[in-house]
């Protein structure tokens, strides 16, 4: 009767026995489910189940309690075709009885919603959990979960007050290790809610909850999915520590991280050093869909550019105001910084300018401050300004739809010298640097969203 609608609800066992009504005990117990939105499964062992057993004839399985020795859980989202790239799918975990890739139903009239058996348990409580692999992260380890869950598969869901608490594990994003030695514990809840009214990830406007866990850092590939991301040098593990609140999708958190050996390439170039960051989520909005991380801080130390000449540098970046839109992606920062030198700003200047820009960069003591924007297809660093001593550029430079523009003014001193940035290379300006600069900021300038001769204004996402 349970399986009635296998697409929807699979449960399958081994070891099945009962010596008393209602109460019975299960080698292995699995539980399968799929909705309009995510695919889920959870295997069991050494269960003991107390079923109320009248809840049947209404169509609901009720386990007044539920114990097991050992359970691994595995849940995946399903994709829109164009979502479901190689890459992405590589890290996502494999669900026997669901096709390959997990990709939604085409659209559809609606359906009437059916009569789904109901599945409510109470009262869980797990010795031993072996994995959590939730599309590209995937836990590993020991841990102890107690909590409860109402399902009725593509209508409603709840989760109960429910604890993860981890003694001992490992973290992984794709192959990628990201944390060793994890520890903490991880209080999740979700009132009763439509799945149709909250597919996917809008369940997390909605969620309530507290983490913290701490552990070693292995790996920083998922800070740039498609590859290029930094990554943590053989010997170089650092310590990670992450602490949420959330209640009603609302909430802080703080990520606090270190690591004595970091390799990260931009470009064609690559740095090393060691880092330390303070992420600081003040004000997360999951209903709003934004969260803002002010006050965010990173600081660098022993860095060196490759190919680049001098000595190891140490330098500070601080997020002033920063917005991150949960929506479309983009980023609106308001950045400062303190550098032992300027090389590393050279680094992050597209190719194009001319290469002895790199030399007048190459400078002690710098500080820089800007806006950067960007969203998908669009990124701009503007205004940007950049000093020591009596040396000084000034920036505006943008990038969208395969092109780059921009503008500097270089000053040092009394002496001042204008570069343009443009489809046609780069123009100089010697004489009356300062105007053309300013001259540019009106409508149509390199330094705006809409350059002349482009084809349309770039509109960056908000």
Do not use: C
Request: net charge positive.
């Amino acid at each position: 009767q349970i399986n009635s609608d296998p697409a929807t609800l699979f449960v399958t066992y081994t070891g099945a026995r009962s010596l008393v009504p209602g109460r019975l005990r299960f080698d292995t117990l699995i539980l399968r489910s799929r909705d309009s939105n995510i695919e889920w499964e959870a295997r069991l062992e050494g269960v003991s189940v107390r079923v109320r057993l009248f809840d049947l004839l209404r169509r609901r399985f009720r386990a007044g309690s539920v114990r097991a020795d050992a359970l691994s859980f595995r849940l995946r989202e399903r994709l829109e075709r164009p979502e479901a790239t190689p890459a992405r799918l590589a890290r996502f975990p494999r669900i026997a009885g669901f096709g390959e890739p997990p990709l939604r139903d085409p659209p559809a009239p609606p359906a009437p919603p059916g009569d789904p058996w109901i599945v409510v348990v109470d009262d869980l409580s797990v010795g031993l959990v072996r994995e959590i692999w939730i599309d590209s992260w995937r836990w590993t380890g020991a841990a102890r979960v107690t909590g409860g869950l109402f399902l009725r598969p593509g209508l409603e869901a709840e989760v109960l007050p429910s604890e993860l608490a981890v003694g001992r594990g490992t973290l992984h994003w794709g192959e990628e290790t990201v944390s060793r030695e994890t520890t903490g514990s991880v209080r999740a809840a979700l009132p009763r809610f439509d799945t149709q009214a909250y597919p996917g990830n809008e369940v997390w406007k909605i969620m309530s909850g507290a983490t913290s866990l701490r552990g070693t850092l292995d790996g920083l590939a998922f800070l740039a999915p498609e590859g290029g991301g930094p990554r943590l040098a053989p010997g170089g593990a650092g310590t990670i520590r992450a602490r949420v609140a959330l209640q009603g999708g609302r909430g802080s958190a703080r990520l606090d991280m270190e690591a004595g050996a970091v390799v990260v390439r931009l470009g064609e170039r690559t740095v090393r050093g060691a880092a330390r960051a303070n992420v600081f989520a003040r004000r997360i909005d999951f209903p709003g869909g934004s969260v803002a991380f002010d006050g965010t801080r990173v600081r660098l130390r022993d860095i060196s550019l490759e190919g680049a000449a001098g000595a190891p540098w140490s330098g500070a970046l601080e997020a002033r105001q920063a917005r991150l839109g949960l929506k479309d992606g983009s980023l609106d920062v308001h950045l400062s910084a303190r550098l032992g030198d300027g090389r590393p700003l050279v680094a992050l200047v597209p190719s194009g300018p001319p290469r002895w820009i790199a030399g007048l960069l190459d400078l002690r003591d710098f500080e820089a401050s800007g806006r950067l924007r960007a969203s998908r297809g669009f990124l701009a660093l503007s205004p940007a300004r950049a000093e020591a001593g009596t040396f000084s550029i000034d920036a505006d430079w943008r990038e969208a739809r395969g092109r780059r523009w921009g503008a500097l003014l270089v000053r040092k001193g009394v002496l001042s010298l204008g570069l343009g940035l443009g489809e046609n290379g780069t123009s100089v300006h010697l004489v009356g640097a300062a105007g053309w600069f300013a001259e540019e900021g009106r409508p149509g300038g390199l330094r705006t969203d809409q350059p002349r001769g482009s084809d349309g204004p770039v509109r960056p996402s908000r």
